[in-house]
Protein backbone atom coordinates (compact mmCIF):
# COMPACT_ATOMS: atom_id res chain seq x y z
CA UNK A 1 0.00 0.00 0.00
CA UNK A 2 1.70 3.69 -0.85
CA UNK A 3 0.97 5.16 2.32
CA UNK A 4 1.45 8.39 1.22
CA UNK A 5 -1.13 8.46 -1.53
CA UNK A 6 -4.95 9.39 -1.08
CA UNK A 7 -7.68 9.73 -4.05
CA UNK A 8 -10.12 12.29 -3.34
CA UNK A 9 -13.63 12.16 -5.20
CA UNK A 10 -15.42 15.75 -5.52
CA UNK A 11 -19.13 15.28 -6.67
CA UNK A 12 -21.15 17.31 -8.44
CA UNK A 13 -22.83 18.20 -4.85
CA UNK A 14 -19.50 19.87 -4.22
CA UNK A 15 -19.43 21.60 -7.40
CA UNK A 16 -22.30 24.18 -6.99
CA UNK A 17 -20.44 27.49 -7.14
CA UNK A 18 -16.89 29.19 -7.38
CA UNK A 19 -16.10 29.26 -3.67
CA UNK A 20 -16.17 25.27 -3.45
CA UNK A 21 -13.36 25.08 -5.49
CA UNK A 22 -11.54 27.52 -3.15
CA UNK A 23 -12.07 25.09 -0.70
CA UNK A 24 -11.51 22.05 -2.89
CA UNK A 25 -8.06 24.07 -3.48
CA UNK A 26 -7.52 24.71 0.47
CA UNK A 27 -8.05 20.68 0.97
CA UNK A 28 -6.14 19.62 -1.75
CA UNK A 29 -3.50 21.70 -0.71
CA UNK A 30 -3.35 21.42 3.17
CA UNK A 31 -3.26 17.36 2.44
CA UNK A 32 -0.01 15.83 3.30
CA UNK A 33 0.96 13.19 0.27
CA UNK A 34 0.25 12.88 -3.34
CA UNK A 35 -3.20 13.32 -3.92
CA UNK A 36 -5.02 11.90 -7.09
CA UNK A 37 -8.51 14.08 -7.79
CA UNK A 38 -11.72 12.19 -9.07
CA UNK A 39 -14.36 14.59 -10.58
CA UNK A 40 -18.15 14.51 -11.68
CA UNK A 41 -19.53 17.16 -13.87
CA UNK A 42 -20.56 20.67 -12.19
CA UNK A 43 -23.73 20.15 -10.66
CA UNK A 44 -26.63 20.03 -12.81
CA UNK A 45 -24.45 19.71 -15.73
CA UNK A 46 -25.49 15.97 -16.52
CA UNK A 47 -28.88 16.67 -16.22
CA UNK A 48 -28.81 19.20 -19.14
CA UNK A 49 -26.60 17.30 -21.10
CA UNK A 50 -29.35 14.23 -21.30
CA UNK A 51 -31.98 16.31 -21.87
CA UNK A 52 -30.09 18.15 -25.03
CA UNK A 53 -29.10 13.99 -26.04
CA UNK A 54 -33.24 14.21 -26.49
CA UNK A 55 -33.36 17.37 -28.00
CA UNK A 56 -30.45 18.04 -29.80
CA UNK A 57 -32.45 20.34 -32.28
CA UNK A 58 -33.29 23.08 -29.17
CA UNK A 59 -29.73 22.94 -27.51
CA UNK A 60 -28.68 25.60 -29.53
CA UNK A 61 -28.11 28.17 -26.43
CA UNK A 62 -26.45 24.65 -24.83
CA UNK A 63 -22.89 25.23 -25.47
CA UNK A 64 -22.47 28.94 -25.18
CA UNK A 65 -24.39 28.50 -21.48
CA UNK A 66 -22.01 25.77 -20.53
CA UNK A 67 -19.16 27.86 -21.23
CA UNK A 68 -20.49 30.55 -19.55
CA UNK A 69 -21.02 28.75 -16.28
CA UNK A 70 -17.66 27.17 -16.40
CA UNK A 71 -15.83 30.44 -16.84
CA UNK A 72 -17.34 31.58 -14.20
CA UNK A 73 -16.24 29.08 -11.92
CA UNK A 74 -12.60 29.48 -13.86
CA UNK A 75 -11.86 32.38 -14.57
CA UNK A 76 -8.80 32.96 -16.67
CA UNK A 77 -9.55 29.34 -17.98
CA UNK A 78 -9.77 30.30 -21.95
CA UNK A 79 -6.58 32.11 -21.62
CA UNK A 80 -4.57 29.58 -19.84
CA UNK A 81 -2.57 26.73 -21.47
CA UNK A 82 -5.58 24.74 -20.49
CA UNK A 83 -7.87 27.08 -22.83
CA UNK A 84 -7.68 24.68 -26.07
CA UNK A 85 -8.53 22.00 -24.45
CA UNK A 86 -11.60 23.72 -22.85
CA UNK A 87 -12.18 25.13 -26.71
CA UNK A 88 -11.79 21.29 -27.96
CA UNK A 89 -14.51 20.07 -25.87
CA UNK A 90 -16.57 22.85 -26.46
CA UNK A 91 -16.88 21.96 -29.73
CA UNK A 92 -17.00 18.25 -29.11
CA UNK A 93 -20.16 18.96 -27.52
CA UNK A 94 -21.61 21.08 -30.40
CA UNK A 95 -20.40 18.30 -33.14
CA UNK A 96 -22.39 15.88 -30.60
CA UNK A 97 -25.15 17.52 -31.13
CA UNK A 98 -25.22 17.97 -34.93
CA UNK A 99 -24.75 14.64 -35.19
CA UNK A 100 -27.78 13.68 -32.80
CA UNK A 101 -29.74 15.90 -35.16
CA UNK A 102 -29.59 13.48 -37.75
CA UNK A 103 -28.76 10.74 -35.43
CA UNK A 104 -31.32 10.31 -32.37
CA UNK A 105 -30.05 6.98 -31.59
CA UNK A 106 -26.37 7.44 -32.19
CA UNK A 107 -25.04 5.77 -28.81
CA UNK A 108 -21.34 7.22 -29.49
CA UNK A 109 -22.94 10.55 -29.88
CA UNK A 110 -24.55 10.77 -27.04
CA UNK A 111 -22.13 8.98 -24.53
CA UNK A 112 -19.09 11.81 -26.16
CA UNK A 113 -22.01 14.19 -25.47
CA UNK A 114 -22.75 13.29 -21.84
CA UNK A 115 -18.71 12.61 -20.44
CA UNK A 116 -18.30 16.34 -21.68
CA UNK A 117 -19.76 17.37 -18.57
CA UNK A 118 -16.77 15.05 -16.53
CA UNK A 119 -13.90 16.69 -19.32
CA UNK A 120 -14.99 19.95 -18.33
CA UNK A 121 -15.14 20.17 -14.44
CA UNK A 122 -12.00 17.93 -14.52
CA UNK A 123 -10.13 21.30 -16.80
CA UNK A 124 -12.36 23.73 -14.32
CA UNK A 125 -11.17 22.19 -11.22
CA UNK A 126 -6.96 21.62 -12.91
CA UNK A 127 -7.20 25.17 -13.31
CA UNK A 128 -8.16 26.10 -10.12
CA UNK A 129 -5.47 24.05 -8.28
CA UNK A 130 -2.85 25.52 -10.58
CA UNK A 131 -3.98 29.14 -9.31
CA UNK A 132 -3.72 28.06 -5.91
CA UNK A 133 0.37 26.94 -7.16
CA UNK A 134 -1.04 23.16 -6.84
CA UNK A 135 0.51 21.11 -9.88
CA UNK A 136 -2.48 19.70 -11.49
CA UNK A 137 -3.23 18.76 -14.87
CA UNK A 138 -6.67 17.23 -16.32
CA UNK A 139 -6.74 13.06 -17.39
CA UNK A 140 -9.45 11.67 -19.21
CA UNK A 141 -10.17 8.30 -17.76
CA UNK A 142 -10.06 6.29 -20.61
CA UNK A 143 -6.95 8.18 -21.96
CA UNK A 144 -5.34 6.38 -18.80
CA UNK A 145 -6.22 2.85 -19.59
CA UNK A 146 -9.38 2.76 -17.67
CA UNK A 147 -11.52 0.22 -19.06
CA UNK A 148 -15.21 -1.00 -18.09
CA UNK A 149 -17.10 -4.36 -18.19
CA UNK A 150 -19.40 -3.50 -21.16
CA UNK A 151 -20.01 -1.76 -24.00
CA UNK A 152 -22.18 1.50 -24.45
CA UNK A 153 -23.04 1.18 -20.17
CA UNK A 154 -21.15 -0.93 -18.08
CA UNK A 155 -21.91 -1.61 -14.33
CA UNK A 156 -18.27 -1.54 -13.78
CA UNK A 157 -14.66 -0.88 -13.95
CA UNK A 158 -12.74 -3.73 -15.27
CA UNK A 159 -9.81 -3.79 -12.87
CA UNK A 160 -8.05 -6.79 -14.32
CA UNK A 161 -8.05 -5.32 -17.82
CA UNK A 162 -7.37 -2.10 -16.21
CA UNK A 163 -3.82 -3.13 -14.08
CA UNK A 164 -2.38 -3.57 -17.08
CA UNK A 165 -3.58 -1.07 -19.48
CA UNK A 166 -3.31 1.79 -16.86
CA UNK A 167 -0.29 4.70 -18.06
CA UNK A 168 0.69 5.33 -14.29
CA UNK A 169 2.86 8.20 -15.75
CA UNK A 170 -0.03 10.18 -16.20
CA UNK A 171 -0.79 10.15 -12.74
CA UNK A 172 2.19 12.48 -11.78
CA UNK A 173 1.46 15.55 -9.64
CA UNK A 174 -1.84 15.50 -9.09
CA UNK A 175 -4.00 14.38 -11.65
CA UNK A 176 -7.52 15.46 -12.03
CA UNK A 177 -9.27 12.22 -13.67
CA UNK A 178 -12.68 12.24 -14.95
CA UNK A 179 -14.99 10.04 -13.69
CA UNK A 180 -18.30 8.01 -14.32
CA UNK A 181 -16.57 6.81 -17.67
CA UNK A 182 -14.06 5.02 -19.40
CA UNK A 183 -13.00 2.74 -22.67
CA UNK A 184 -15.73 -0.16 -23.07
CA UNK A 185 -15.01 -3.36 -24.31
CA UNK A 186 -15.32 -2.56 -27.91
CA UNK A 187 -12.81 0.69 -27.59
CA UNK A 188 -15.18 2.85 -27.51
CA UNK A 189 -16.41 5.21 -24.50
CA UNK A 190 -18.61 3.83 -22.11
CA UNK A 191 -20.87 5.25 -19.37
CA UNK A 192 -20.88 3.91 -15.69
CA UNK A 193 -24.54 4.72 -13.93
CA UNK A 194 -25.62 7.58 -12.60
CA UNK A 195 -23.41 8.33 -9.41
CA UNK A 196 -20.80 5.92 -10.70
CA UNK A 197 -18.05 8.33 -10.10
CA UNK A 198 -17.65 7.04 -6.99
CA UNK A 199 -16.92 3.78 -8.14
CA UNK A 200 -14.48 5.27 -10.40
CA UNK A 201 -12.29 7.07 -7.72
CA UNK A 202 -12.62 3.70 -5.45
CA UNK A 203 -11.45 1.46 -8.57
CA UNK A 204 -8.76 3.68 -8.89
CA UNK A 205 -7.74 4.02 -5.36
CA UNK A 206 -7.58 -0.05 -5.84
CA UNK A 207 -5.48 0.10 -9.16
CA UNK A 208 -2.69 2.57 -7.93
CA UNK A 209 -2.77 0.65 -4.02
CA UNK A 210 -4.09 3.97 -2.57
CA UNK A 211 -3.64 4.51 1.81
CA UNK A 212 -7.23 5.46 1.89
CA UNK A 213 -10.12 7.04 -0.63
CA UNK A 214 -11.83 9.70 0.30
CA UNK A 215 -15.67 10.82 -1.10
CA UNK A 216 -15.91 14.22 -0.14
CA UNK A 217 -20.10 15.13 0.45
CA UNK A 218 -22.17 17.90 1.57
CA UNK A 219 -22.96 15.88 4.30
CA UNK A 220 -21.30 14.70 7.14
CA UNK A 221 -21.34 11.01 6.83
CA UNK A 222 -23.49 7.68 6.22
CA UNK A 223 -26.57 7.92 8.72
CA UNK A 224 -28.37 4.36 10.27
CA UNK A 225 -31.66 5.82 8.71
CA UNK A 226 -32.60 7.56 5.43
CA UNK A 227 -33.43 10.90 6.63
CA UNK A 228 -36.81 10.82 4.11
CA UNK A 229 -38.02 8.92 7.07
CA UNK A 230 -38.40 12.05 9.38
CA UNK A 231 -36.42 10.36 11.95
CA UNK A 232 -33.06 12.24 13.15
CA UNK A 233 -29.70 10.09 13.45
CA UNK A 234 -26.03 10.55 13.76
CA UNK A 235 -23.41 9.43 11.49
CA UNK A 236 -21.85 6.04 11.82
CA UNK A 237 -18.17 5.97 12.90
CA UNK A 238 -17.69 2.83 11.04
CA UNK A 239 -19.21 0.30 8.64
CA UNK A 240 -17.30 -2.91 7.17
CA UNK A 241 -17.53 -3.51 4.08
CA UNK A 242 -20.14 -6.26 3.03
CA UNK A 243 -22.52 -4.22 5.41
CA UNK A 244 -21.68 -0.92 3.32
CA UNK A 245 -22.48 -2.95 0.70
CA UNK A 246 -26.16 -4.02 1.96
CA UNK A 247 -27.00 -0.74 3.04
CA UNK A 248 -25.96 1.07 -0.19
CA UNK A 249 -28.02 -1.64 -2.09
CA UNK A 250 -31.04 -0.92 -0.38
CA UNK A 251 -31.47 3.02 0.75
CA UNK A 252 -28.86 4.96 1.86
CA UNK A 253 -28.37 7.78 -1.38
CA UNK A 254 -24.86 8.60 -0.02
CA UNK A 255 -23.30 5.63 -1.47
CA UNK A 256 -23.45 3.80 -4.90
CA UNK A 257 -24.15 0.27 -4.59
CA UNK A 258 -21.02 -0.63 -6.67
CA UNK A 259 -18.65 1.76 -4.83
CA UNK A 260 -16.92 -0.56 -2.10
CA UNK A 261 -16.65 -3.47 -4.32
CA UNK A 262 -13.17 -2.99 -5.23
CA UNK A 263 -11.76 -2.03 -2.39
CA UNK A 264 -13.58 -5.48 -0.38
CA UNK A 265 -10.02 -7.36 -0.61
CA UNK A 266 -7.33 -4.95 -0.13
CA UNK A 267 -7.87 -3.26 3.39
CA UNK A 268 -7.80 -0.18 1.62
CA UNK A 269 -10.04 2.10 4.10
CA UNK A 270 -12.88 4.35 2.33
CA UNK A 271 -13.82 7.38 3.85
CA UNK A 272 -16.77 10.08 3.79
CA UNK A 273 -15.96 13.65 4.51
CA UNK A 274 -17.93 16.70 4.90
CA UNK A 275 -16.42 19.12 2.22
CA UNK A 276 -17.74 22.28 4.27
CA UNK A 277 -16.64 20.40 7.68
CA UNK A 278 -13.77 21.17 9.91
CA UNK A 279 -10.84 18.90 8.74
CA UNK A 280 -10.61 16.67 11.90
CA UNK A 281 -8.01 13.58 11.54
CA UNK A 282 -10.86 10.71 11.80
CA UNK A 283 -13.60 11.01 9.27
CA UNK A 284 -17.70 10.91 10.14
CA UNK A 285 -17.50 7.67 8.64
CA UNK A 286 -15.07 4.83 7.84
CA UNK A 287 -15.58 1.97 5.97
CA UNK A 288 -13.08 -1.01 5.97
CA UNK A 289 -12.77 -4.62 6.75
CA UNK A 290 -15.89 -6.70 8.12
CA UNK A 291 -15.53 -6.62 11.95
CA UNK A 292 -17.53 -8.85 14.07
CA UNK A 293 -19.29 -6.86 16.93
CA UNK A 294 -21.63 -9.00 18.76
CA UNK A 295 -25.14 -7.77 19.01
CA UNK A 296 -24.46 -4.58 17.02
CA UNK A 297 -26.72 -3.59 14.67
CA UNK A 298 -25.21 -0.16 12.56
CA UNK A 299 -28.50 0.73 10.25
CA UNK A 300 -31.90 -0.06 8.72
CA UNK A 301 -32.34 -0.38 5.07
CA UNK A 302 -35.68 0.46 3.93
CA UNK A 303 -36.56 0.18 0.28
CA UNK A 304 -40.60 0.91 -0.42
CA UNK A 305 -43.09 -0.61 -2.36
CA UNK A 306 -41.62 -3.87 -3.62
CA UNK A 307 -43.26 -7.24 -5.20
CA UNK A 308 -42.48 -10.80 -4.86
CA UNK A 309 -42.57 -12.78 -7.68
CA UNK A 310 -42.40 -16.29 -7.17
CA UNK A 311 -42.56 -19.56 -10.15
CA UNK A 312 -42.40 -23.17 -10.20
CA UNK A 313 -39.87 -25.03 -12.08
CA UNK A 314 -40.08 -28.59 -13.26
CA UNK A 315 -36.63 -29.62 -12.43
CA UNK A 316 -33.53 -28.51 -11.13
CA UNK A 317 -31.66 -28.87 -13.93
CA UNK A 318 -34.49 -26.41 -15.61
CA UNK A 319 -34.07 -24.02 -13.23
CA UNK A 320 -30.49 -23.57 -12.98
CA UNK A 321 -30.30 -23.07 -16.93
CA UNK A 322 -32.91 -20.53 -17.03
CA UNK A 323 -31.97 -18.62 -13.87
CA UNK A 324 -28.81 -17.53 -15.59
CA UNK A 325 -31.16 -16.05 -18.67
CA UNK A 326 -33.52 -14.70 -16.46
CA UNK A 327 -30.63 -12.94 -14.45
CA UNK A 328 -29.46 -11.50 -17.83
CA UNK A 329 -32.42 -10.43 -19.16
CA UNK A 330 -33.38 -8.27 -16.41
CA UNK A 331 -30.03 -6.74 -16.30
CA UNK A 332 -30.59 -5.69 -20.18
CA UNK A 333 -33.70 -4.39 -18.67
CA UNK A 334 -31.91 -2.33 -16.37
CA UNK A 335 -34.34 -3.89 -13.74
CA UNK A 336 -32.80 -4.53 -10.19
CA UNK A 337 -33.49 -7.78 -8.32
CA UNK A 338 -33.35 -7.10 -4.49
CA UNK A 339 -33.67 -10.13 -3.56
CA UNK A 340 -33.00 -13.52 -5.36
CA UNK A 341 -34.59 -17.05 -2.60
CA UNK A 342 -34.24 -20.04 -5.29
CA UNK A 343 -35.35 -23.43 -3.39
CA UNK A 344 -35.62 -27.00 -5.22
CA UNK A 345 -38.85 -26.50 -7.42
CA UNK A 346 -39.12 -22.67 -6.73
CA UNK A 347 -37.70 -18.95 -7.46
CA UNK A 348 -38.82 -16.23 -5.30
CA UNK A 349 -37.45 -12.89 -7.14
CA UNK A 350 -38.44 -9.25 -5.03
CA UNK A 351 -38.61 -6.24 -7.27
CA UNK A 352 -40.10 -2.58 -7.05
CA UNK A 353 -43.39 -1.86 -7.82
CA UNK A 354 -42.66 -0.06 -11.29
CA UNK A 355 -40.62 -2.85 -12.22
CA UNK A 356 -43.11 -5.72 -12.02
CA UNK A 357 -44.91 -6.24 -15.05
CA UNK A 358 -41.88 -6.24 -17.37
CA UNK A 359 -39.77 -8.48 -14.95
CA UNK A 360 -42.73 -11.22 -14.91
CA UNK A 361 -42.87 -10.93 -18.18
CA UNK A 362 -38.77 -11.73 -18.57
CA UNK A 363 -39.69 -14.12 -15.85
CA UNK A 364 -42.53 -16.05 -17.40
CA UNK A 365 -40.84 -16.14 -20.33
CA UNK A 366 -38.78 -18.83 -19.30
CA UNK A 367 -40.72 -20.44 -16.53
CA UNK A 368 -44.38 -19.85 -17.38
CA UNK A 369 -47.15 -18.92 -14.87
CA UNK A 370 -45.84 -16.79 -12.04
CA UNK A 371 -47.62 -15.34 -8.97
CA UNK A 372 -46.90 -12.03 -7.09
CA UNK A 373 -47.78 -10.63 -4.05
CA UNK A 374 -47.33 -6.29 -2.96
CA UNK A 375 -45.15 -5.36 -0.13
CA UNK A 376 -44.93 -1.83 1.63
CA UNK A 377 -40.99 -2.79 2.24
CA UNK A 378 -37.87 -4.74 1.94
CA UNK A 379 -35.93 -3.84 5.49
CA UNK A 380 -32.49 -5.17 5.86
CA UNK A 381 -31.03 -4.78 9.61
CA UNK A 382 -27.14 -3.93 8.77
CA UNK A 383 -24.61 -5.07 11.31
CA UNK A 384 -24.40 -8.39 13.61
CA UNK A 385 -26.37 -9.81 16.37
CA UNK A 386 -26.33 -13.29 18.83
CA UNK A 387 -27.75 -16.24 17.29
CA UNK A 388 -31.04 -15.92 20.28
CA UNK A 389 -31.29 -12.36 18.98
CA UNK A 390 -31.64 -13.00 15.48
CA UNK A 391 -34.18 -16.15 16.30
CA UNK A 392 -36.26 -13.98 17.45
CA UNK A 393 -36.94 -12.00 14.19
CA UNK A 394 -38.21 -15.49 13.00
CA UNK A 395 -40.73 -15.66 15.13
CA UNK A 396 -42.92 -13.61 17.79
CA UNK A 397 -40.87 -10.19 17.30
CA UNK A 398 -41.25 -10.64 13.14
CA UNK A 399 -44.54 -11.58 14.23
CA UNK A 400 -46.16 -8.60 16.00
CA UNK A 401 -44.42 -6.09 14.03
CA UNK A 402 -45.73 -7.59 10.45
CA UNK A 403 -42.35 -8.82 9.26
CA UNK A 404 -41.59 -11.85 7.15
CA UNK A 405 -37.50 -12.89 7.40
CA UNK A 406 -36.15 -13.01 4.39
CA UNK A 407 -32.62 -14.22 5.14
CA UNK A 408 -29.71 -13.88 7.26
CA UNK A 409 -26.20 -13.02 5.60
CA UNK A 410 -24.54 -13.05 8.94
CA UNK A 411 -24.21 -8.84 8.50
CA UNK A 412 -27.54 -8.29 7.58
CA UNK A 413 -30.98 -9.75 8.19
CA UNK A 414 -33.36 -8.59 5.35
CA UNK A 415 -36.96 -9.05 6.27
CA UNK A 416 -40.48 -7.98 4.02
CA UNK A 417 -43.41 -6.09 5.06
CA UNK A 418 -46.99 -5.47 4.99
CA UNK A 419 -47.11 -2.73 7.69
CA UNK A 420 -48.06 0.43 5.83
CA UNK A 421 -46.97 3.17 8.39
CA UNK A 422 -43.46 2.90 7.64
CA UNK A 423 -42.23 5.52 9.70
CA UNK A 424 -43.43 3.83 13.21
CA UNK A 425 -42.24 0.70 12.46
CA UNK A 426 -38.71 2.17 11.38
CA UNK A 427 -39.64 4.01 15.09
CA UNK A 428 -40.12 0.49 16.57
CA UNK A 429 -37.36 -1.18 15.16
CA UNK A 430 -34.31 1.76 15.97
CA UNK A 431 -36.19 1.59 19.61
CA UNK A 432 -35.22 -2.26 19.30
CA UNK A 433 -32.36 -2.31 17.53
CA UNK A 434 -30.56 0.84 19.97
CA UNK A 435 -30.18 2.88 17.93
CA UNK A 436 -29.58 7.04 18.45
CA UNK A 437 -32.50 8.42 16.82
CA UNK A 438 -34.95 11.20 17.62
CA UNK A 439 -38.32 11.73 15.42
CA UNK A 440 -38.82 14.91 14.06
CA UNK A 441 -42.04 17.07 14.64
CA UNK A 442 -44.27 18.17 12.32
CA UNK A 443 -44.99 21.31 13.63
Known amino acids: MNETLTVHKFGGSCLRDASDLDRIAEVIGDWSGQSIVVVSALWGTTDRLMRASKEPRYASRLVNDLSSQHLRFAPGLLKSELGPLFTKVLNGIEQSLVELAKQPADRVAINRLLAAGERLSALVVAHRLKQYGIIAHPVGSEDIGLRLNGINRAPTVDLAASMGLLDRKALHDTPVITGWFGEGNDGELALLSRGGSDHTATSIARLVDASRVILWKDVEGVLPLNPRWGIETEPISYLGYGEAMELSRLDTPILHPATVEPLTDTGIPLEIRHLRGSI ?140 DDMVDLLHQLSQRCGLKHTLQSND
Open 280 to 419: QSQAATVIGPDLYEANVIKAIGCLPRVVSIRCQTKSLGQQSGKLGDVLVDLDKAEIACWHLDAQPGELRWIVSQHDVEEARGLIEKQFGTTETESFSAIISLVGNQFDAERQAWHSDESARLGIEVLSDTGHAVRMLTKN
